[in-house]
């Protein structure tokens, strides 16, 4: 493959939001209601308007990094550059377990829901099924994935908007108990409680950074990605903020049996079978569509890190001449997808939460040394933007790494440790490589 072959530079603004939302999932508010609603004392509108005010700054410092290096590679890219290429590849290293984990969760999450509807169909068809239809969707190309998650994301914005109606008119007969006060039934729970709450809350907000991966086939990236950061943030925040609000004035005291079927349950006390039937249609095509979302972004992090040879640029930072794409990363990715053969859900979460976290950490901070340390830039404007904001999106985010349990604490640093014994095992054979060169010179 000739190494003047490069990604097709076709997406808009439209895709590459369309690509982020997929890849955040709205429908994430439903499936995860359940664990939400007890760790916020059922205050969710509480915890998400926290959540999204502490994510908001790191989006900000997505978008500073995005303007100053429009290329793919997001925080490894973004730390490599503004810091320091070994704290890049530990950084890139890390994100890998959020973006590969993704793939793996999206596809058993899949596999689940299927499952429940089809008892007599073995979980592993679905994983298989579904492995080989996004393996597909990105190989073609990232603009027919893109168009293919328009039309998913769609379904899930039109899903939620229609549920939402459905409050509103419900509210209008005469349903609504507690006015129209947000702080209703804070009665008893603690702001502690409330901000615990709101460091499960950020997790709903996911998949926004994934967009930075796309840059080099986004038009204009130097402006269309830090416009789609923010109107992917804003717009998921908009529909959290008015769908947990409605819950919580319409259904106060609702209760469910089981935390993970919480949203199942929901839709049944408020729409019937009818409503839990539709929800469940919708469910599966917002999980396809992050998976074909997350298949894209981590095929994109491999290329990055495979073309400046951290991984092995022949196969990792290739570039297939006819569909233009990274076919070997695509195939690579989706044989680790079927791990979700074996892999449980929670140990797959944990290791996203340590990817992300810890990217976003040092993406804050990449701001702080590229334009002040390094640029020396203090007017007024960026002392608040990129100073104060990255600082205070860096103190959050280090604060939710504390939060994270012992398991994932030590999955994510055994995942690192692995990556730094390959980081110096590589960097001995290129030494070796130089020594022998050098006595090959020598000898001639």
Excluded at 73 to 88: C, D, I, W
Excluded at 89 to 108: M, R
Excluded at 287 to 296: F, R
């Amino acid at each position: 493959m000739s190494e003047s072959i490069t990604l097709k530079r076709n997406l808009t603004l439209y895709h590459v939001v369309s690509m982020g939302l997929a890849w955040m999932s709205p429908m994430i508010f439903f499936t995860s209601f359940g664990v939400l609603h007890e760790g916020s004392g059922g205050m969710l509108l509480a915890a998400y308007v926290l959540a999204f005010a502490a994510i908001l700054f790191t989006a900000v410092s997505y978008g500073q990094m995005a303007k100053a290096f429009p290329v793919s590679g997001s925080a490894y890219t973004y730390v490599t550059k503004a810091m320091n290429p070994f704290l890049g590849f530990l950084v890139g290293w890390a994100i890998l377990l959020d973006y590969l984990f993704s793939c793996i969760i999206a596809v058993l999450m899949f596999g689940i829901n299927l499952e429940a509807q089809f008892p007599s169909v073995p979980l592993a068809f679905w994983v298989v099924l579904l492995t080989l239809i996004v393996m597909v969707v990105n190989i073609i190309g990232i603009k027919a994935s893109a168009n293919v998650n328009k039309v998913f994301v769609l379904l899930q914005i039109a899903f939620i908007a229609g549920f939402c109606s459905m409050l509103v008119y419900k509210a209008m007969q005469g349903g609504l108990t507690a006015g129209l006060n947000p702080l209703a039934h804070t009665e008893g729970v603690s702001f502690s409680a409330i901000l615990a709450g709101a460091s499960l809350v950020c997790f709903s907000f996911l998949g926004f950074d994934s967009i930075t991966t796309m840059a080099e086939e986004t038009k204009d990236p130097k402006k269309t990605i830090p416009r789609a950061i923010m109107i992917i943030v804003l717009l998921a925040g908009l529909m959290y903020f008015i769908t947990a609000y409605l819950i919580q004035q319409m259904y106060p005291g609702f209760t469910f049996q089981n935390a993970d079927s919480a949203g199942f349950e929901l839709m049944g006390t408020i729409g019937g079978g009818l409503l839990a039937s539709i929800f469940t249609f919708v469910i599966i095509f917002s999980i396809l569509s992050q998976a074909m979302s997350s298949m894209t972004t981590v095929t994109r992090m491999l290329f990055v890190m495979g073309r400046s040879s951290l991984l092995p640029s022949r196969t990792f930072g290739s570039i297939h001449p006819r569909f233009r794409t990274p076919v070997f990363n695509i195939i690579l990715a989706s044989i680790v997808s079927l791990s979700a053969l074996f892999i449980s859900l929670e140990t797959a979460i944990k290791f996203v939460n340590f990817g992300a976290l810890t990217a976003f950490l040092f993406v804050n901070l990449s701001v702080i040394f590229h334009y002040i340390v390094k640029r020396k830039q203090s007017r007024p404007q960026d002392l608040v933007v990129r100073l104060l904001c990255p600082l205070i999106g860096a103190a959050f985010v280090f604060y939710l790494i504390t939060l994270l349990d012992l398991s994932s604490l030590l999955l994510g640093s055994g995942w690192l440790l692995a990556g730094l014994i390959y980081y110096m095992a590589r960097g001995w054979a290129r030494s070796g490589q130089r020594v022998v060169l050098t006595e090959v010179e020598k000898a001639v």
